[in-house]
Nanobody
């Protein structure tokens, strides 16, 4: 069992930055690939970014490439999502998830999920 808790969301102006954190407990994260997803009102859950077990392999959704960076610190059982140049369309609840492979981009392939943290970007 893995418990995931997101934090760091909030209200930010367009063009600003936020860093989200996902803290894990129950088991170490070193055995899992980690992903970030987001869900905006009226839209399906969207893949944002993922990272492999050791942090060397990463993948990003097309809408966030060049703006967001995923990283992990296995010693602290924590995954991060640095979000720069934020746009109003980035407004969503952001979820972290643990799965088998970093290249999974579909939510059903992930095994554990956090409760989400709200990110709101104003214009």
């Amino acid at each position: 069992q893995v418990q995931l808790v997101e934090s760091g969301g909030g209200l930010v102006q367009a063009g600003g930055s936020l860093r989200l954190s996902c803290a894990a407990s129950g088991r170490t994260l070193s055995s899992y690939a980690m992903g970030w997803f987001r869900e905006a009102p009226g839209k399906v859950r969207e893949f944002v970014a993922s990272i492999g077990w050791s942090g060397g392999l990463r993948n990003y959704g097309d809408s966030v490439k060049g703006r967001f960076t995923i990283s992990r610190d296995n010693a602290r059982n924590t995954v991060y999502l640095q979000m720069n140049s934020l746009k109003p369309e980035d407004t969503a609840v952001y979820y972290c998830a643990a799965g088998r492979n970093y290249y999974y981009t579909e939510s059903y392939r992930y095994d554990y999920w956090g409760q989400g943290t709200q990110v709101t970007v104003s214009s």
